[in-house]
């Protein structure tokens, strides 16, 4: 097999189709770091960084990362520690990056991402077969609704159901009164069959605050409440007080998290990241503990554009617990959108062809490595210079 010879760093920003935040996000999204990484036989495969500085775990256990600390620790300690690196040899690559610096699973994850897409385009094969074969070739997706005004974040709703989706995901965690109307307005607007979920991102300051606010919710239907505060103990005591289903979403970053979550029974949904425990490689190590725990799963991300979100649709396809509808962007650059706003946030994208959504769910890429090219032109046009 080739080795890896070379490692290109790039800066985008991608503009917003409108604005999507969060409880504790104080940047925009889609300023994040791209990893070109390139094999001595001439091929490339590409990782992406969807770094994000306020997002760091339970008590910011695991630290956030800008795209600025990124593109160092990338440059600085990961690409001399991976040259030379066989091709497809990804438990290599993840013990000479853990060597190099310990930490930085955002940046590790674009290496790693990269180097999947590396192998399976060296080897001519998607990178769902790498993860040890497929149990599913449509991911369904579920339509995130940010910290939006609520007339504007009801006819959103609306829209995305007209397009197919058929789970919401509310963003909550800032204003209690706010939280309960807006959950009941998009279920009056939405109607019975939609499935509602909500997010507070550990906005609730206190367990007995989430399960008074969460109760008043549940008359709509919850399909469940994730993340309502802040560390594993305390989402123990939401998840014992309510009939809702809990997930557990900055608890869960590594399979010891959900061993924990498990031994506490803090949640009964864990949510699974690409990037959150550093790439593909620890991702199936999450599932795989959340598998014998018998948790209930999804994927979820931070609104990555479409090279990193290729990435999350192949890990939902090998995942086997990711049973339920999945927190990922419909990438699609800017001639295929045709006025849709199911699953997008991005006005543009940076892949050549657009992902396909039929009934509310992603068609999975077949070609090799994640299966849809990367458009350099698009790269280029987004390039962010203020790092250089």
Known sequence: MPAIK?????????????????????????GYILVRMHS????IGWGEAPALKDWGGDYGRYFGESPGTTKFVV?????????????????????????????YPYAKAAMDIAAYDLAGRTLGVPVWQLLGGRVRDRVPVTHSIGLLDIDLAVEECRRVVDEGIKTIKIKVGVDPDRDVEIVSRVRMAVGDAIDICVDANCG??????????????????????????????????????????????????????????????????????????????????????????KFLCNVNGSVETGVGNLANIHLAAAAVPVTLSCVVPVSMPAEAQNGNVGGIYYIDDLIVEPFVLDDGCIALPEGPGFGIDVDEAKIEKYRDTSLE
């Open 6 to 30: 070379q490692v290109d760093v790039i800066h985008v920003s991608l503009p917003t189709r409108r604005e999507h935040k969060w409880t504790g996000l104080t940047e925009p999204i889609g």
């Open 204 to 293: 609730y300051a206190t367990p007995r605050d989430a399960v008074r606010i969460i109760k008043k919710m549940e008359h709509f239907r919850l399909k469940y409440a994730e993340q309502p505060v802040e560390g594993i103990d305390r989402l123990a005591e939401v998840t014992r007080a309510l009939e809702t289903p809990v997930m557990a979403d900055e608890s869960a970053w590594y399979a010891r998290d959900v061993l924990e979550i498990f031994e506490k029974r803090a949640a009964d949904i864990v949510s699974i990241y690409t990037t959150k425990p550093g790439g593909l490689y620890n991702a199936l190590e999450v599932a795989g503990a959340a598998r014998a725990a």
């Open 40 to 43: 001595d036989d001439g091929i």
């Open 75 to 103: 440059e600085k300690y990961l690409t001399p520690a991976v040259i030379g690196s066989e091709v497809g040899n990804i438990a290599d690559l993840h013990q000479r990056m853990d060597a190099s610096i310990k930490g």
